[in-house]
């Protein structure tokens, strides 16, 4: 596949109920969603790293801006990705397992609607309903 275009998007999700931690309570959840068109067929990821780094190194504002500078354009220079090699390319640029997850998972999604297979089926699946 053949990615034109990379985009990122933040979204505030409400929660149904409050979650709390040892870090504090949230009232919503704020995401970085990756949506990746190739070949003219859209996939999309999620980045689930938190606003703050409190649980992990990684934050929302870092993911952002390590996948806008440093990691999209890895993937925007391959002529032929699968989402396969998605690991392999990113492997130099160290940490950001989060940030890298959302975009393999964008890849992974555009690939299988393109090739009109599911993410059950990809995983070994033989029922469609559990």
Same mark, same amino acid.
């Given at each position: *596949?053949?990615?034109?275009?990379?985009? !990122?998007? $933040?979204? /505030?999700?409400?929660?149904?109920?409050?979650?709390? $931690?040892?870090f504090g309570t949230e009232y919503d959840k704020e995401?970085?969603?990756?949506?990746?068109? /190739?070949?003219?067929?859209? %996939?999309?990821?999620?980045?689930?790293? *938190?606003?703050?780094?409190?649980?992990?190194?990684?934050?929302?504002? *870092?993911? !952002?801006?390590? $996948?806008?500078?440093?990691?999209?354009?890895?993937l925007l220079g391959e002529s032929d990705l699968r989402?396969?090699?998605?690991?392999?390319l990113l492997a130099p640029i160290k940490g950001h &397992? *989060?940030?890298?997850? /959302?975009?393999?998972?964008?890849?992974?999604?555009?690939?299988?609607? /393109?090739?009109? @297979?599911?993410?059950? &089926? &990809? !995983? %070994?699946?033989?029922? @469609?309903?559990?």
């Amino acid at each position: *596949m053949k990615i034109q275009s990379i985009e !990122l998007r $933040t979204v /505030a999700l409400p929660l149904k109920y409050p979650f709390r $931690t040892s870090f504090g309570t949230e009232y919503d959840k704020e995401a970085m969603l990756v949506r990746v068109v /190739a070949d003219g067929v859209e %996939g999309w990821g999620e980045c689930v790293a *938190m606003d703050e780094p409190l649980y992990s190194s990684e934050y929302l504002a *870092m993911s !952002l801006d390590v $996948t806008r500078r440093f990691l999209a354009p890895v993937l925007l220079g391959e002529s032929d990705l699968r989402a396969d090699d998605v690991a392999r390319l990113l492997a130099p640029i160290k940490g950001h &397992r *989060m940030s890298k997850a /959302a975009l393999e998972m964008a890849v992974l999604d555009a690939e299988l609607r /393109a090739s009109g @297979d599911s993410f059950g &089926r &990809r !995983l %070994g699946a033989v029922v @469609d309903r559990v």
